[in-house]
């Protein structure tokens, strides 16, 4: 449910309240000394809003100093308004839809979803998915590929999706420009634990990598869905293709190759969070775009 009457979403000076009640739920922290609750609110008449002084290192700062809305002219309001939609969405919405629903130009939405989604990216340091007794399931599909949105009738290129799904855990999704034992092994090795079930397609790409693991089931992805045993299986993953292909086809039509990797970030971000509840997830959201400051304003530089 979409609902966007909540004066966070209306309002800049509410937004950035509970951004920094969200944030600092023990008082402001200084991001240049990292001294918590010794700062004074700035009062002046021609101060900004929300500008504090630290006691202790004497720097000046907002809740929002090194988060991706800093330098941002777009206020704080319609930044969460679009995280909302966005979060609120399980097949994913559309720049457009979102642009008209907040009256918003096209392109100032398209450039803070896609912000947005580079937010939502995995960090590379989690924990490996599985574990003893636990089945995670690996397999690639191809996106793109489709002539008929193209103005010359050229398919685009497709590109190649590699997930891993822990069953009735989390997936982690990468985008690949090749796909081989190369490329996959160390993806595999990396993200999940030794101690796991992989289950994966009968590809001659699997069998050696598979023998790290505690056990390494191949199924026959031709075969009949029904006809597959209880346990023996990559109904999972092949289901997360599909919710994907749907947000990709269905709500985006056309994901250039540059982006592909921000749509499956935010797919498994809301696979990731699925039994949370709409505002759970976008708060949770919210925590993950300013707790990643750091990270962000690292990558960002890298950018450019
Ligand atoms: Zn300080």
């Known amino acids: 449910m979409s609902n966007l009457s909540n004066p966070i979403f209306q309002d800049e000076t509410k937004a950035r309240e509970w951004l920094e009640a969200r944030v600092w739920p023990n008082g402001p922290v200084c991001p240049h000394c990292g001294v918590v609750d010794q700062a004074t609110l700035m ?27 800093e330098r941002s002219k777009v206020p704080l309001n319609t930044w969460l308004a679009v995280t909302h939609l966005m979060m609120a969405s399980k097949k994913g919405m559309s720049a457009l839809q979102i642009s008209r629903m907040i009256g918003l130009p096209y392109k100032t939405v398209w450039f803070l979803c896609h912000r947005i989604r580079e937010s939502l990216t995995t960090t590379p340091d989690l924990s490996p998915l599985g574990g003893q007794n636990k089945v995670v399931e690996a397999d690639e599909t191809y996106i793109g590929g489709k002539a008929k949105n193209r103005a010359h009738r050229k398919p685009a290129p497709k590109q190649a999706v590699f997930s891993l799904v822990e069953r009735d855990g989390d997936v ?70 599909s919710l994907l292909k749907r947000a990709v086809f269905g709500t985006f039509h056309h994901v250039s190759e540059a982006h592909l990797h921000r749509y499956t970030a935010e797919q498994d971000y809301k696979w990731n969070t699925r039994k949370m509840t709409d505002l759970a997830r976008f708060e949770a959201s919210i925590s993950g775009i300013v707790g990643k400051r750091l990270t962000y304003r690292r990558t960002n530089e890298a950018q450019t």
Not at 50 to 69: D, S
Not at 222 to 239: D, I, L, P, Q
């Open 43 to 69: 009062n002046g008449e021609t101060t900004r809003a929300g500008l504090y002084q630290c006691n202790a290192c004497r720097e000046p700062f907002t809740v929002t100093v090194g988060t991706l809305y």
């Open 172 to 241: 982690r999704s990468f985008h690949l420009a090749q796909v081989s034992a190369k490329t996959l092994g160390p993806i595999i090795t990396s993200n999940i634990h030794k101690a796991s079930a992989l289950m994966t397609d009968d590809s001659p790409i699997y069998p050696k990598i598979g023998e790290g693991f505690s056990l390494h089931g191949t199924v026959n992805h031709s075969a009949n869905e029904y006809a597959r045993a209880y346990f023996w299986h990559t109904n999972t993953v092949e289901g997360y293709f």
